[in-house]
């Protein structure tokens, strides 16, 4: 089955924890234990050949679930698509896990200093 | 602090380890599952190859590395809009026909406000979706024939998502007003979509120039915005 069936059969869970990942500003562990061994997180990561068509297929899907997983999803996506800017060595290190979910800061606010 | 060389924007893999969440996401009033707390790092040192340049991205051989600027932003932000409002015609629907009024015995069906309401929302709603998708599969294979969008759909990817927001907007403010007054309670389907559409318009009200961006594109002018 495809990502996108995988994600349509899992919007009960997902709707049915929406009261709660609204309740903790978050989103609850069942859904991401759900989502995440789906690869929803990582799907454009370079492991992953995921088009742009079905990537938009599973967003809208999300969002028609709960929204707040889509935008999570969303982000979490654009930090797995940053894994194909990096050396083979890290790249491996950041997609070890299939579940993981990839937070995303942006613009850092802080300033990072040169050490030798 | 980091080792190597520091290019002028991109990527800094950091493990979770080394990160603390701060809850500000606490008390938001709209998007409120997403989680989006800030994270701080006090210290931790990065090495070289674990910062990786934005243009190293935008040069991946990859078909999505293709999309240029924040038209990939663009159009996923289009596709989260219209989950939402799909997921308000439902909703409506589903309160619709199963509400009486305590006041005249009459069904929420019967009311011509509803009955307007429902048949325009779900058509206007459904067409932003069928578009978004054409619009997604077009793309695609522009992009797995090694090129970029063309003139007229990087175009579209931009301002599919204006209206994306603009007809959801409307959809689910006309949804939610002709619905029932348990629309006025908090977690109803109606109330989270009314909310959770305006937070999201405010992300992209901040982008909302690379619409403008799309006209002038469309009408001949090269768009220099490295976000377009």
């Given at each position: 089955m495809s990502v996108l069936g995988d994600v349509v059969d899992s919007a009960d869970l997902v709707r049915a924890e929406r009261r709660a990942g609204e309740a903790g500003y978050a989103m609850t562990a069942p859904v991401m234990e759900r989502l995440g061994p789906l690869g929803v997180f990582r799907l454009?990561?370079?492991d992953r050949s995921t088009g742009l068509g079905e990537f938009i297929r599973v967003l809208e899907a999300l969002a028609h679930a709960d929204p707040s997983v889509a935008w999570a999803a969303a982000n979490s996506n654009g930090a797995a698509m940053?894994?194909?800017?990096?050396p083979d060595a890290i790249a491996a290190e950041m997609l070890a896990e299939s579940n993981w979910f990839y937070g995303v800061g942006f613009p850092p606010t802080g300033k990072a200093e040169r050490v030798n | 602090m980091m080792a190597g060389p520091i290019p002028e924007m991109g990527f800094v893999a950091v493990p979770r380890s080394a990160a603390s969440i701060e809850r500000?996401?606490?008390?938001?009033?709209?998007?409120?599952?997403?989680?989006?707390h800030a994270v701080a790092i006090a210290s931790h040192t990065v090495p070289g190859d674990a910062i990786a340049s934005m243009t190293a991205m935008a040069t991946?051989?990859?078909?999505?590395?293709?999309?240029?600027?924040l038209s990939g932003q663009s159009i996923w932000l289009a596709a989260v809009a219209v989950g939402i409002g799909r997921a308000a015609v439902e909703g409506a629907i589903s309160q619709a026909s199963t509400r009486i009024s305590?006041?005249?015995?009459?069904?929420?069906?019967?009311y011509p406000s509803t009955q307007n309401s429902v048949a325009s929302a779900d058509i206007a709603i459904e067409c932003a979706r069928q578009g978004l998708f054409a619009l997604a599969d077009h793309t695609e294979e522009q992009l797995l024939a090694g090129?970029?969008?063309?003139r007229q759909t990087n175009a579209r990817l931009h301002s599919i998502c204006d209206h994306a927001f603009r007809t959801v907007r409307r959809s689910v403010s006309d949804l939610f007003t002709a619905?029932?007054?348990?629309?006025?309670?908090?977690?109803h389907i109606l109330e989270q979509s009314l909310r959770d559409i305006h937070g999201f318009s405010v992300q992209w009200e901040r982008y909302r120039h690379l619409h403008y961006a799309a006209g002038k594109g469309l009408l001949g002018d090269d768009i220099v915005d490295p976000m377009y």
């Amino acid at each position: 089955m495809s990502v996108l069936g995988d994600v349509v059969d899992s919007a009960d869970l997902v709707r049915a924890e929406r009261r709660a990942g609204e309740a903790g500003y978050a989103m609850t562990a069942p859904v991401m234990e759900r989502l995440g061994p789906l690869g929803v997180f990582r799907l454009l990561g370079r492991d992953r050949s995921t088009g742009l068509g079905e990537f938009i297929r599973v967003l809208e899907a999300l969002a028609h679930a709960d929204p707040s997983v889509a935008w999570a999803a969303a982000n979490s996506n654009g930090a797995a698509m940053a894994t194909h800017a990096f050396p083979d060595a890290i790249a491996a290190e950041m997609l070890a896990e299939s579940n993981w979910f990839y937070g995303v800061g942006f613009p850092p606010t802080g300033k990072a200093e040169r050490v030798n | 602090m980091m080792a190597g060389p520091i290019p002028e924007m991109g990527f800094v893999a950091v493990p979770r380890s080394a990160a603390s969440i701060e809850r500000t996401w606490d008390g938001v009033n709209a998007v409120w599952g997403s989680g989006s707390h800030a994270v701080a790092i006090a210290s931790h040192t990065v090495p070289g190859d674990a910062i990786a340049s934005m243009t190293a991205m935008a040069t991946a051989d990859v078909p999505m590395a293709r999309l240029p600027g924040l038209s990939g932003q663009s159009i996923w932000l289009a596709a989260v809009a219209v989950g939402i409002g799909r997921a308000a015609v439902e909703g409506a629907i589903s309160q619709a026909s199963t509400r009486i009024s305590a006041a005249s015995g009459r069904a929420w069906s019967d009311y011509p406000s509803t009955q307007n309401s429902v048949a325009s929302a779900d058509i206007a709603i459904e067409c932003a979706r069928q578009g978004l998708f054409a619009l997604a599969d077009h793309t695609e294979e522009q992009l797995l024939a090694g090129d970029p969008p063309d003139r007229q759909t990087n175009a579209r990817l931009h301002s599919i998502c204006d209206h994306a927001f603009r007809t959801v907007r409307r959809s689910v403010s006309d949804l939610f007003t002709a619905g029932s007054v348990d629309a006025l309670r908090a977690g109803h389907i109606l109330e989270q979509s009314l909310r959770d559409i305006h937070g999201f318009s405010v992300q992209w009200e901040r982008y909302r120039h690379l619409h403008y961006a799309a006209g002038k594109g469309l009408l001949g002018d090269d768009i220099v915005d490295p976000m377009y």
